[in-house]
């Protein structure tokens, strides 16, 4: 029985009214490497801030060899033997691999570089990982496989027992995944332990011992790889959904409204098919990194020039439409509200115009100011958006009544098409709930809706029919009625060995 | 594919290429433009400019920039001029000028790094400020600077001159601290993404803070020499150096945007260039303004063939 | 730490009229008309107010165009180069015809035509706003200089001098051209579908796609309509001087400029600010001068002052701007 190198006992923190974590525990056996999942917001990230020494723990302890230890800054966890490779590789592409590795630690005598024995002591490291990547050679060619080696590489030189490695795979094609599976199989042989977080659960079984899936602030279940499978884990990760009342009554007329064929953008989008009919809401879900955002911010042109076929249903008939056009006739609401929902300095009545500006102008492109005052109390009245004068900076509201904002403004421009985007992210209970029933209502009135959310259970409420969406394909669409049990399963099943 | 390679290559080489042509057809007018002695006249010339550039070259590898440097050499004359008006010793004036230039760096690093002001919108105020003061403390006079000075300024082993061996030996030094130190390497992460380089503990503020200090250094030593060589400091002393500055690293090759370029070759190349220009238009009996005209010109096709070839690289990834 | 939350909350609700810097500057503003008050009355003598705001009005139109280019988010610091050299080509124009409308016309066309030249280069090619019209600068002083040897021009034909130096109701023709154009331009930034989308673009201009505003285009416009008021100030500034030369695009006037702007409140990170605070700027910064020249202080310790006072008003606004978020 192998010892502990890590545990984690009742990790709480919060920040300000959230409570990030509550009961978080956490264990991990010496060589061996465990998976941490969990949903948005489940606590996995916070919890390997706490130990990565980003920040502290409010309450709750850290043993290192079963030894109590405090971090109070990423040097105090490094000195424990703790290294931590992030999902954004630090990477600075004008330098050379070498230099990348060492980056903080250059060897020198008499203060200047010691060239050789860098890239000889680099090549080394890399190769123990099984790389043969030249030391000598600029990063800026490589692939992210590679770059993320050298990452690795450069966390190697500290010598750590315990490595975190944060959605290792999330860029990674299907051959660099294998090498990174290589890569992890030789640390653990080295004794290194590992701590793999993870949004594809299918992966998690070719390389970990174990899986402790967190909820809500609080670990879950740990369990070894054995004592479960792919539709377990999903299930202990979203929750018990209780039987789902449908807020919408289904429609059985079904014209459709856009046609997708083939879309393709790059590596974001693989050959996405999907259709969405008039009224309709079509639920898309799928795990974070799946591609949901990048597959609706790129039919309407956001993300460059995607290739396929997009029609829509002009006078009775599908015709062909640039991504241009869809736009224009197309609310967004991103899942980034304050990088490009709001202009957080600006007054209600600023951000509620500005995708209004035709709308609320005379001639002459003059605005009416009193349009633009009307307009901003409709959202306000229709929204009941909490604010006490549509003069207001945006930044003064509540996460909530922002997100309100950007619904409102959108709902203006009249829209055919309503792209939701992790809409009731960060809302309470009674804010949710106004949302979907707008968006409820919106479809009742006609308006086409695609809906992504991470939160099954609100998308099992509204949505008319569902898109399945994992590793950037379009995997399955499935009828309003399916149940829970069937969604997960269609994700899960399709998680495991899809074709790259 | 290969096309859009060659056509990087080519823009490489484009500045290089551009200085042969140039040089070759200033030549065809005047012989003796390519003559021994005039080369290394045109070294001497463009020692003072070539020195200031090379702190330019510093901070634009951080992928910032600082336009106070000509006033900084001014200030720092400034001070040197009224020293040795003074009596003071020779030894003490110059000590005191490098000095100077330190500390005016160390303004700009404050500002930049503790006040957080934009390095853009920093510089252009301690520009104006230094500028300022220079004048006032030399009452926008010119002051006579003692003989030894003119002849230290002028001084030649044979057909070499004294600055342009200081101007090397300072070129050397600061490209070998680019690329041989730790300190140098951490200039080049910061202007690959400063961010990144904040996440993974790299000493950042501190390292933008001395690579101010030393561009103002260079720049007082490069005022020295400018000043050295006429016998003067005039109210003119530095004014658009600056300027120049930034067109003589971006015709070097160093990338506004920071992190890439040779310190060595591209000051070389870039003060190589301005200079030819500016004596081959001085022997073909130009308008010295042209020579104004002509920096702009090329800092903006720099510019342009840079945007080209980020351009091109957008749109390959 | 604390405190200074406290007092940036209570400043929040009057945020959208008033902020600290705009506080700052009125004080500035008040100390110095009581400074002059006290120590030199004849200062308020309608003669010699006339005579400040003819005497700013150049730069109060510069910073008008500067403020926009600003709130958008951007920099022009060729303003004043393109004035001198936008001056020299309508004076050669209107010598050449004896025409003064088409030297006047001259003038303005190539305003824009320069100010396109930026606005193409930053919109279009991207390129960074202060290295791009640094360039532009250096090339519109370079021909300047070049195609007037460093001589003025001033044998442009006596009708324009009489119409531009004639005086309604006891004001000079270049305050009622400032007049409009302030008006113009103020009215444009705050009631204009335009004048709105410069300032969200200022602001962020990724919010601003996401909304379908065609943020290219308005940056564009900003350096057109910037290009398009140095034209203009081309025209009011030669009539004011006589002559056109390339010094009326020296470095100070870049510096007033920017320092005018910045104490009238513009941010120089965009999307806050007035062209009425830059103007009203630009009244201070020529006040703060005579005021200045009244204490026997040399124009250097002026220039001091102001470079002083840039930094401590973008700080400030940099400070506030964190504080805030």
Same mark, same amino acid.
């Given at each position: ?310 029609? *829509? ?72 958006? =909490? ?105 899960? =099943? ?7 | ?164 061996? *200081? ?16 300190? $140098? ?133 | ?168 109701? $006891? ?63 081309? *025209? ?90």
């Amino acid at each position: 029985m192998s010892k502990s190198i890590l545990k984690m006992h009742n990790i709480e923190k919060r920040f300000g009214p959230i409570t990030a974590l509550s009961h978080a525990n956490f264990e991990l056996k010496k060589g061996s490497v465990v998976a941490l999942v969990g949903a948005n917001g489940a606590g996995k990230s916070t919890l390997m801030n706490v130990l990565g020494g980003i920040t502290t723990q409010d309450n709750g302890q850290i043993l290192i060899n079963d030894e109590k230890v405090d971090f109070n800054s990423p040097g105090d966890a490094a000195r424990y033997g703790i290294q931590f490779v992030h999902q954004e590789l630090s990477i600075f592409k004008t330098m050379t691999v070498a230099e990348n590795i060492f980056i903080n630690k250059f060897p020198s005598k008499y203060g200047l570089i010691s060239k050789h024995m860098m890239e000889t002591t680099a090549t080394q490291l890399l190769a123990e990982l099984g790389s043969n990547l030249n030391p000598k050679h600029s990063v800026e060619t490589l692939s992210t496989g590679d770059c993320q080696m050298v990452v690795i590489a450069r966390a190697m030189l500290g010598s750590p027992k315990i490595l975190i490695l944060d959605e290792p795979t999330s860029s990674l094609s299907k051959y660099e995944k294998e090498k990174l599976n290589d890569v992890i199989r030789r640390l653990k042989t080295s004794g290194v332990a590992i701590i793999y977080i993870s949004h594809f659960i299918s992966e998690i079984f070719e390389v970990c011992d174990a899986v402790t899936v967190m909820r809500n602030g609080a670990t879950i279940s740990s369990q070894t790889i054995n004592e479960t499978d792919n539709a377990t884990i999903i299930e202990l990760m979203l929750g018990d959904v209780a039987s789902i009342e449908k807020k919408r009554k289904q429609e059985k007329n079904e014209t459709i409204f856009l046609s997708v064929n083939k879309l393709q953008n790059e590596n974001k989008v693989q050959e996405a098919t999907f259709i969405l009919n008039k009224g309709e809401i079509l639920g898309i879900w799928g795990l974070l990194g799946s591609g949901r955002t990048e597959l609706v911010r790129s039919i309407i042109g956001l993300d460059g020039r995607p290739e396929g076929t997009i029609r *829509i249903n002009k006078n009775g008939k599908l015709s062909p439409i640039s991504v241009e056009y869809l736009s224009q006739v197309t609310a967004y609401v991103s899942e980034d509200r304050r990088g490009e929902g709001v202009l957080l300095p600006m007054s209600v009545q600023k951000n509620t115009a500005l995708p209004n500006l035709r709308k609320v102008s005379r001639s002459l492109g003059i605005i009416n100011l009193e349009k633009v005052r009307n307009l901003a109390k409709r959202v306000i009245d229709s929204l009941s958006v =909490k604010v006490s004068s549509s003069d207001q900076a945006v930044s003064t509201l509540s996460g909530g009544n922002q997100q309100k904002i950007v619904f409102g403004k959108w709902l203006e421009t009249e829209p055919d098409l309503l792209i939701l985007d992790e809409p009731t992210r960060g809302l309470d209970i009674s804010a949710k709930g106004e949302i979907l029933k707008l968006a409820t209502n919106l479809a009742n009135a006609g308006v086409s809706i695609l809906f992504i959310s991470s939160e099954l259970e609100e998308l099992m409420k509204i949505s008319d029919r569902y898109l399945i969406v994992s590793e950037r394909h379009v995997v399955a669409e499935l009828p309003g009625n399916s149940t829970q049990d069937s969604l997960i399963s269609a994700l899960s =099943k399709t998680s495991q060995g899809s074709a790259a | 594919m290969n096309t859009s390679i060659l056509g990087n290559r080519i823009l490489d080489f484009a500045f290089p290429i551009f200085l042969i042509l140039v040089s070759l057809g200033f030549a065809l007018v005047e012989p003796s433009f390519l003559g021994l002695g005039n080369i290394f006249g045109m070294l001497h010339a463009m020692a003072p400019i070539a020195i200031i550039s090379t702190g330019m070259a510093l901070i634009v590898m951080m992928g910032k920039l600082d336009i106070s440097l000509g006033s900084i050499a001014l200030v720092s004359m400034g001070v040197s001029a009224i020293m040795l008006q003074s009596d003071y010793s020779l030894f003490t004036a110059i000590l005191i000028t490098f000095l100077v230039g330190a500390m005016l760096g160390a303004v700009n690093g404050f500002v930049i790094c503790f006040l957080k002001v934009n390095p853009l919108i920093a510089t252009l105020g301690t520009m104006i400020a230094f500028r300022g003061l220079g004048n006032q403390i030399t009452d926008a006079q010119v002051v006579v600077l003692p003989d030894s000075l003119r002849a230290l300024g002028n001084f030649s082993f044979g057909a070499i001159f004294f600055d342009t061996v *200081i101007c090397l030996l300072l070129l050397t030094t600061v490209h070998l601290l680019h690329q041989r130190t730790k300190f $140098g390497k951490i200039i080049t992460a910061i202007g690959n993404d400063e961010a990144t380089a904040q996440r993974v503990g790299l000493p950042v503020t501190q390292t933008v803070f001395f690579s101010f200090v030393i561009a103002g250094t260079l720049a007082s030593i490069g005022g020295f020499f400018a000043s050295a060589q006429v016998g003067a400091v005039t109210s003119f002393l530095g004014k658009g150096m600056e300027f120049t500055a930034v067109a003589v690293v971006v015709v070097g090759g160093i990338s506004l945007f920071g992190g890439k370029g040779s310190i060595l070759w591209g000051v070389i190349l870039g003060s190589l260039t301005f200079e030819v220009i500016r004596s081959g238009l001085n022997y073909l009996g130009a308008n010295p303004y042209f020579y104004q005209l002509i920096g702009g010109v090329v800092i903006f096709i720099a510019m342009y063939a840079a945007a080209i070839k980020l351009g091109r690289s957008a749109n390959n990834s | 730490m604390v405190k200074m939350v406290i007092r940036t909350a209570t400043f929040e609700r009057v945020r959208t009229n008033l902020s600290l810097p705009l506080l700052i500057t009125g004080f500035m503003f008040l100390s110095a008309l009581i400074f002059l008050l006290l120590n030199s009355p004849e200062f308020f003598l309608i003669k010699n107010i006339i005579n400040i705001f003819n005497q700013c009005a150049v730069l109060a139109i510069l910073s008008l165009g500067m403020s926009t280019v600003m709130i958008g988010g951007g920099i022009d610091l060729s303003l004043p180069a393109n004035m001198a050299l936008s001056a020299i080509f309508g004076s050669t124009i209107m010598i050449l015809t004896q025409s003064v409308t088409l030297g006047c016309l001259t003038m303005v066309i190539s305003g824009v035509a320069i100010g396109s030249l930026n606005g193409f280069a930053i919109a279009r090619l991207r390129m960074i706003p202060f290295v791009v019209t640094l360039a532009t600068m250096t090339i519109c002083g370079g021909i300047s200089v070049w195609t007037t040897n460093s001589v003025s021009i001033f044998n442009q034909p006596e009708q324009f001098f009489d119409v531009f130096l004639a005086r309604f109701l $006891g004001l000079p023709l270049s305050i009622y051209v400032l007049i409009l154009c302030l008006i113009i331009t103020q009215c444009t930034l705050s009631f204009t579908r335009f004048g709105w989308m410069v300032y969200a673009v200022g602001t962020s201009p990724e919010v601003c796609r996401v909304s379908r505003i065609p943020v290219r285009q308005v940056l564009f416009s900003t350096y057109v309509l910037a290009g398009f008021l140095a034209g203009v100030s081309a *025209i009011v500034v030669t009539a004011r001087l006589g002559s056109a030369s390339a010094n009326i695009g020296n470095d100070s006037v870049i510096l007033d400029i920017v320092t005018a702007c910045v104490i009238g409140g513009v941010s120089i990170y965009g999307g806050k600010g007035r062209p009425l605070g830059a103007c009203l700027g630009a009244v201070l910064v020529v006040i703060l001068g005579n005021i200045l020249n009244l204490l026997e202080i040399s124009f250097f310790v002026g220039l001091m002052l102001k470079g002083f006072l840039i930094i401590f008003f973008v700080s400030l606004d940099g400070f506030l701007v964190k504080n805030n978020e």
